[in-house]
């Protein structure tokens, strides 16, 4: 690798950070372009305008740099933060409250997208012959990893319903270690290494249940040790700190080492911190750590989708292979895929459900909310170098899919989840009971009214 072209690849992108946050804070100023623009979309715009000026000035060795060592890059340095600030930050007593029905969408949600979605495009595929059973399994398995990026700022706007929010929140925080599971798996049963659908389930089985205690462990001895720390002071409080921010880095090594997967981990050893790590330390650490995660994760997403605008035009797609028929196929596929999981998830739980029910006005919010991001397109560009000429029409698929999700259902996500009613009711008044305050209120002026009459 040369360094020369490494150091011009991280200043190149650490300019584009702060170009993105200039303009973002622009148009989040600028009314108008905020009701069409949310931040996801501005950064991919600027990736897309970063990749052109690469190919007009012919850097095309930069561009190969960013296709090779994105996908090691993103799944060991950028997602561990993001998932674990996703993990440590949550609503504890509500992610709890719903974990059963978070577990359901994510894991169960998640087999289903990626067999409708394997189904469907290997059907697709007899007729023009583009991908083989092993290779559609793989692209379902990577493209049934949702990125909540852009639609949880906009919940924050509309006031969403709490269980909806943590529902797409925790499914988003899962589904993407069950889809990096079952993409893995792919490249065992193409190497041979599994044969048959029982391998299969006993290797995602073993895998998923072993990297989870890894990642327990991990997380119940961080919260032992900051439990025995000394009293706090400001060299504990840097200690207690430090330990914390390393953790999901040595949990995905470790589980990643031994050969299980790191980002199952990473997520379980996030629960059990928020539960019982986090209480033990002081205000001053959780506060330096709260905030070194969020400005830690933010600069980090806004970084995948450089990477992912740079990409829809500066990498070698293979478009003349994949062909309008597949490009608009797999479009219809993976919506009615995640329409598949939410319908057939929402029924069974509301079936065992004594309140809360999953409202169909929700259940629509939560199928549109179904965007594409980071994992997806880490786990495309990994495809095409171990599926070859299969993998680059994969990427190829998950670019598109990835470009419609940003620039079609990201800017009319404020829109439909209006059209949705997801807002929380629980704070707001009837009509009935607006209509009795009034009265009430009216009633009281007057009887004041009478009494400073009669003091007259």
């Known amino acids: 690798m040369d360094v020369q072209i490494l150091c011009n690849a991280i200043l190149f992108m650490l300019t584009l950070l702060v170009i993105n946050e200039v303009l973002t804070n ?91 979605t394997t189904f469907c495009l290997y059907l697709i595929g007899l007729l023009i012959q ?17 990125d909540p990026v852009a639609v949880l700022s906009i919940f ?11 529902l797409i929140y925790g499914e988003s925080i899962l589904n993407d270690a069950i889809s990096l599971l079952l993409y893995e798996i792919s490249g065992r ?17 073993l895998i998923f249940l072993i990297s989870i205690a890894i990642g327990v ?18 060299e504990t409080e840097h200690i207690e700190v430090s330990v914390t921010v390393i953790i999901p880095w040595v949990c ?55 990477f992912i605008g740079i990409g829809m035009v500066g990498y070698d797609l293979a478009w003349s292979e994949m062909g309008i028929i597949l490009g608009i196929s797999i479009i219809i596929i993976v919506v009615f895929a995640r329409l598949i999981n939410i319908k057939i998830n929402s029924f069974i739980l509301n079936r065992y ?23 997806a397109y880490a786990l495309a560009l990994d495809s095409a170098d171990t599926f070859k000429e299969e993998g680059e029409i994969m990427l190829t698929m998950t670019i598109v899919i990835i470009a ?37 209120k009216v009633a009281a002026q007057k009887q004041q009214t009478k009494k400073d009459g009669h003091i007259e």
């Open 252 to 306: 995905y090594l470790i589980s990643e080492a031994v050969g299980f997967s790191g980002i199952v981990s990473i997520v379980f050893c996030g629960i059990v911190m928020a539960k019982y790590a986090l209480p033990n330390l002081s205000e001053s650490g959780k506060e330096l750590l709260n905030k070194f995660y969020h400005i830690l994760s933010y600069n980090f997403e806004n970084l995948v989708f450089l």
């Open 26 to 116: 622009y148009t989040m100023k600028n009314q108008n372009l905020k009701k069409y623009l949310n931040n996801t979309t501005i950064t991919t715009l600027i990736g897309i305008v970063a990749g052109l000026f690469l190919l007009y000035i012919d850097k095309s060795m930069l561009v190969q740099e960013y296709k090779q060592g994105f996908s090691q890059f993103f799944l060991i340095v950028l997602l561990p933060p993001i998932l674990f600030e996703s993990a440590i930050n949550m609503e504890k007593a509500l992610f709890f409250q719903n974990f059963g029905s978070i577990l359901m969408y994510a894991v169960i949600g998640t087999i289903i997208a990626v067999f409708v």
């Open 217 to 234: 462990i991990i997380g119940a001895l961080c919260a032992y040790i900051l439990k025995v720390k000394e009293e706090v002071s400001y």
């Open 156 to 166: 924050k706007k509309l006031n969403a319903d709490k269980q909806m929010h943590i």
């Open 404 to 440: 419609f999700n940003i620039f079609v259902q990201g800017s009319t996500l404020q829109y439909v989840l209006q059209l949705c009613d997801i807002q929380d009711k629980s704070n707001v008044l009837s009509s009935d009971q607006i209509q009795r305050i009034i009265k009430w």
């Open 130 to 146: 583009k991908l083989s059973l092993t290779s559609c399994y793989a692209f379902g398995s990577l493209i049934s990893s949702t």
């Open 353 to 375: 459900r004594q309140d809360n029910f999953i409202k169909q006005n929700h259940q629509k919010a939560m199928w549109f909310c179904g965007l594409r991001g980071a994992m």
């Open 189 to 205: 049963i193409r190497n041979q290494e599994l044969v048959g659908f029982g391998d299969a389930t006993k290797q995602f089985l």
